[in-house]
């Protein structure tokens, strides 16, 4: 998720209100996701929107998603909610980040300070992007939402709509909607498949060399961990389970030549076989899928 302003859908009976950010990930919710469910734009909220003005436009809102960069989000969100302190009608926040348990405690802490029975909230990941989402990808399995908590005010019960919102996901895109995984176990998962291939990136950002060897043999993970530089940054730095995961690619990367395509995709199977236990990942992504496809294909040749 990049720099971008926040934007306020409204919504009627059949359709979903969300909140998006301008960046890459804004952009693809509008284009990808809510044009697919008929949700219509009601006012911007750039980050040089006033305080006062801000306020408005939330007070007046049924949701709001938060898709922000990762960086700094807990705190994004934890304002918002000062905001709608005084907020008199049921209002949903999703609040869908890559990194799950520190926006959960902070939020769910801040909700029970607040103390507003209206406000409910909603922490999901969607394991799915502008960069290559389409259904017959061998990887379109990869793509879900990940429900890891709720938070329900006292005069503002989840279940329906999460169900309603989940369906419309299931039909019209074939996303299908999991419960299995609390925010904490969450962030491990995908720190053992999200965050594992986001090592490879950080190789690409660290050594020239190594970044135009993955943009010739694989172009197209190439141009997404490069438009998702910060982001990939932001998920080592910020997720509480990547040391571990650094520290097995790193071990992995330091018993190879560290010159070529096939050093890369070696360390990335050594690591993932010490990390998975040569299991597939419960919260797959499509590049995970991408380079443990490519280690395979190494091996065998």
């Known amino acids: 998720m990049c720099f971008g302003f926040v934007l306020l859908l409204?919504?009627?009976?059949?359709?979903?209100?969300?909140?998006?950010?301008?960046?890459?990930?804004?952009?693809?919710?509008?284009?990808?996701?809510?044009?697919g469910l008929g949700v219509s734009i009601l006012e911007p909220i750039e980050r040089d929107t006033s305080r006062e003005s801000r306020g408005v436009i939330l007070?007046?809102?049924?949701h709001v998603?938060?898709?922000?960069p990762l960086a700094g989000y807990a705190e994004v969100a934890c304002d918002l909610i000062y905001h709608l302190r005084h907020c008199d009608h049921h209002t949903t926040l999703w609040l869908i980040p890559s990194v799950q348990a520190?926006?959960?405690?902070?939020?769910?802490a801040t909700l029970e300070i607040v103390g507003n029975p209206y406000i409910s909230a909603v922490f999901v990941h969607p394991m799915y992007g502008p960069n290559g989402f389409r259904e017959t990808e061998p990887e379109a399995?990869?793509?879900q939402n990940v429900l890891t908590a709720t938070y329900e005010g006292q005069e503002h019960q989840l279940s329906d709509e999460v169900s309603e919102i989940a369906a419309l996901f299931r039909s019209r895109f074939n996303i299908a909607t999991t419960t299995s995984f609390a925010p904490d176990e969450h962030d491990r998962v995908t720190a053992y498949s999200q965050g594992l291939s986001y090592c490879?990136?950080?190789?690409?950002?660290?050594?020239?060399?190594?970044?135009?060897?993955?943009r010739e043999?694989?172009?197209?993970?190439?141009?997404?961990?490069?438009?998702?530089?910060?982001l990939i940054l932001d998920f080592l730095r910020i997720n509480s389970y990547m040391p571990q995961v650094i520290a097995a690619f790193q071990d992995a990367w330091r018993h190879t030549k560290q010159t070529n395509y096939e050093?890369?995709?070696?360390?990335?199977?050594q690591a993932d076989a010490s990390l998975n236990r040569g299991a597939e990942s419960p919260i797959s992504t499509k590049w995970y899928e991408k380079l443990r496809a490519a280690a395979l294909d190494e091996h065998r040749s």
């Open 10 to 35: 409204s919504m009627d009976k059949k359709s979903l209100a969300i909140v998006g950010a301008n960046g890459e990930f804004g952009q693809f919710l509008q284009h990808d996701i809510l044009s």
């Open 59 to 62: 007070e007046k809102s049924r």
């Open 65 to 68: 998603v938060i898709a922000t």
């Open 102 to 108: 520190g926006v959960w405690r902070a939020v769910s």
């Open 141 to 143: 399995r990869t793509f």
């Open 200 to 214: 490879v990136g950080r190789l690409m950002f660290d050594h020239p060399e190594l970044d135009s060897i993955v």
């Open 217 to 230: 043999r694989m172009s197209d993970l190439h141009h997404s961990f490069s438009a998702n530089h910060d």
């Open 263 to 269: 050093d890369i995709v070696k360390a990335f199977a």
